[in-house]
């Protein structure tokens, strides 16, 4: 292989030997993705890492003189796997720029088809994909000595989930022969059955509209989606605790694999699940109803939490271009130079963003990647912060935790963690699961998180479901409200998709869209390095991974390299690939050095 | 690889027009990489009616084994995976049946980089782009499968104003193209596609390999007829309202769509027969408008989505005088069919008109 150009960093001290190791594609992500490293075999490290998407496709360019009641239509496209969740997003900025508000019972349904997407997502991806992760094929493949040791230890959960050992759980993982496996197949099924009933179809709703949604609102189509949620419920209750087994087991059987895609912990959570009580979707009241959310938003930096105000959060938006393959709009106009609220609005905000596409040769010493760089301004130190969502859940429990303003019936939140009540089910009693603030922003913590966050979609549901019931009860069956669309407006909205912060910014002209931006977690997660030279998170977290995989370079699988990209729930139909190359060795040494280029096969 | 055993590869494709042993194994190598949004790996993870366990696993009588490759469920990750594509260039992985996920770009007009890629050049350290992988594995391939709006025929990155000039795979590879086998681009468009739709189309063309089937019948934009054959509005529960001149004038209605936007009537789809999943769900029988989301003409054709279609602005004023008056006879036998008749009651004598008969 040939001239995979990187950059080499100044390397104080001795001399190092690295390996250049790529992976492209990454599999069992959602959309391409390439990651290209430099490992440190002697020291067992990582030592740098460069993410790189492959696709474009160009949305903010061709919406461009469409019509705005367009736009959820359009931008659920942008994403198969949550693509409701942008549709949702750009119907939350549609009813702000048309200044409409829809029926509480249309609000309770658009929750529960969101919660029904959390559910069946999280499920799939977590068990059918990063599961194989940790299967026993994987396990023995990257690590023999700790399938060893997983034959030799007890689960400790083993009566929730029906697992003896370790190892049973780690067979029962193993894609499409596992037990587990085949049965979180099905349940990514029905759960996928819940959100059609109240959005149409997966994974491109039908019956979204700015007002509220289409779905006629009829008892029976609480009732099937009631007897799913519960099967739900009961599964949940083996889910959570199997995962904590084979997830404490790591820790004990790895020490030291907390290090495994660790990063700073810099956290940005834009909410998830309005409230019909209090969201008007006005703006000038955002700060109010963005922290009245099911799930709180929040930007953490150092485990502290900075802001829970979504304004406070719309403000902070920076896109920097840093390595991909776009023009600066530093020319471009101006579209919002100020908030509704009076606030002004950075150059490099959404709002008034201009998409240049500019395709180029990959060179990884310069641009490399389809993706952007977001980043959140820090005003207290004026720091651009590459905020990550690891995958969406870690951000979303951790926000809602520390805000301590979730207090349903099934779910509280208590300030350093979030308590999660699952009724009674057919075979198993009530249960209460903690999820407790961690120590680290890391692999296993992001996984855990997920699981956990299954349970939380799950016990919004029966609220969501209780409330929608009385609506319907009292004859209140509107879900949807007139509106008309404004000559000029804008709007936003700010939700949280599966894997993490989402939010749609756009400016209405003439009736038409003038400007739309739509910034999906993966794009604060995989971006590359910035104007500053700040890393993407993907990146961050690869480079300080510790090495745990037996395999030397000749058979190795990168495994803990995997574990710490795929923690982030890549999707990106926005792009990435890792990649698997043939091994070249360099000599790193304390002088710059460029061009690793050169071997052929 | 995804598949229910390792066994070796499948036997060659017989000559064209030769009889031959039908192979014993069938690969199906699935490209992602083109502009899509991987809606329809997710969605074929949906289907049932056949599942992906079910094709991969034998569990249907007659099909030859089927090892699965794709990125979205592999368990091989970069070049382990990639293994599997430069083999089939080789011609070292046959048979082998092509499915493409994504609209291709246009690659020619821009002087350098890549609007989609998978993969990366061992020679030059830049990624591959997707046309090239079209081009190197079409010609080898057994079938070549369109999956999804966007690989049929566009789709929504090719709307219009787009910057990538994108197409569908027949714009790409020829309307009249045949692949080595004689077979013509198989097209199952939808957005995404309907799972069942899906693999229900790869286990007939399974069957076909099989010698167990005739050619798969396609009408001329390459759909599988008895899928397309039908329009949504010709499936759909809510049509009884339409020959009624009912229809809805707000959202939530359980009435025809047509006037807020559904193109039921003119859209070549079964979404309203079969549903979305386990025949739950769907576009106009659950309360979404119909916007075209199969058809070659979508999305421009069909936008703004929630505009009355011009046609159906025709053809309801035509149903309207017709609808109503049916609507008020059918009024009145309804409420003449919802009453028992006389004879049911509990009084002391029997008025069923039944007389005992003696001989």
Redesign the interface.
Known sequence: ?????LPQKEQSGSTRKLVEM???????????L?IFTKIDFENREVAECYSTS?????YS??M????P??AH??TS?????C?DNHATCAVYAQNMAFGVKPPPL?EWMINLGEAAEYMFDHC?YQD??VG?DFCE??VKETNPEVWTKAQQTSAPNAEKHGFRTIADIMTALN??TGEFY?ET?QA??YT??M???ME??????????P???????TVQVFT?FAVRLVRYAEFMKRVVPLHDDLFNFFYEALPGYEKVGQRRILLGCWGSFNDPETCDYKYKNMSEWGRNMFVTPGVIVDGQLVTNDLVQINLGMRILLGSS?YDSWENAEMFVKRDPLGNPIDRNHPWNQTTI??????DFAGNYTWVMSPRWFDKRTGDHLALDTGGGPIARLWATALSGLVNLEYIKATGNSVKIRLPKTALKPETEFEWKIPQWSNAIERDRARTYFQAYACAAAFHFLEQGMKEIHAGR????S?FTVPEEAIGCGFHEAVRGVLSHHVVIRDGKIANYHPYPPTPWNANPRDIYGTPGPYEDAVQNTPIFENNGPENF??IDI?RAVRSFDPCL?CGV??????TKVLETRHVPMYGV?GS?? | M?SGSNSANGASLPPNGAKAAPPTDVHILWI??G?????????I??A?QPSI?DI??GAIPGLPKVHLHN????????????KFFYDAEAGRLEPFVLVVE?SIPNENI???????????D??????ITTCEWIDRLAPKALAVIGCGTCATYG???A??????GCMGLADYLGWNWRSKAGLPIVNVPG??VQPDNFTETVLYLLYQVAGLAPMIPLDDQLRPTWLFGKTVHEGCDRAGYYEQGDFAL?????KC?VKVGCWGPVVNCN?TKR????G????PN??????G?TMPGF?DKF????DEPPGARVSTAGIGAYGKMIRALRSMTNTTVNKEPKWRHNRAHLTTGYRVERH
Request: charged fraction near 20%.
């Open positions: 292989m040939a001239t995979t150009v790529n992976w492209d594609p990454i599999t069992r992500i959602v959309g391409s390439g492959s696709i474009f496709r160009g360019v061709f461009k003189g469409k019509d009641r367009d239509f359009i496209r942008i994403c198969g796997i693509g249309g799939l059918n994909l194989v094929n994987m894609p499409f085949r197949l990514s099924r996928r059955e959100f059609c009933l149409g179809r997966h994974v491109h709703p039908s019956t979204l509209y007002g509220g949604i289409g779905t006629p609102a099937d393959y596409p500019k395709p180029q040769k990959r069956t509107k879900t949807w007139e699988k990168g995997m139909p690939h890792m990649y698997d190359g043939e280029g052929k096969e | 995804v992602t990489a502009l899509g949004c991987d809606g329809d790996s997710v969605s993870t949906a049932e366990e991969l696993f990125p979205v469920l592999a368990y091989e990750v970069g070049d382990e995976f990639m994504g821009k002087r350098e980089g890549y609007w989609a890629a998978m993969g990366t061992p020679d030059t350290g830049q990624p789709g929504i990155h709307m219009a104003g787009n910057p990538t957005c995404p707000e959202y939530g209605s359980p769509l979404v549903g979305w999943m386990r739950i769900g769907g576009c659950v309360g979404g408008i119909c916007i989301c999305p936008m703004p989505f929630m």
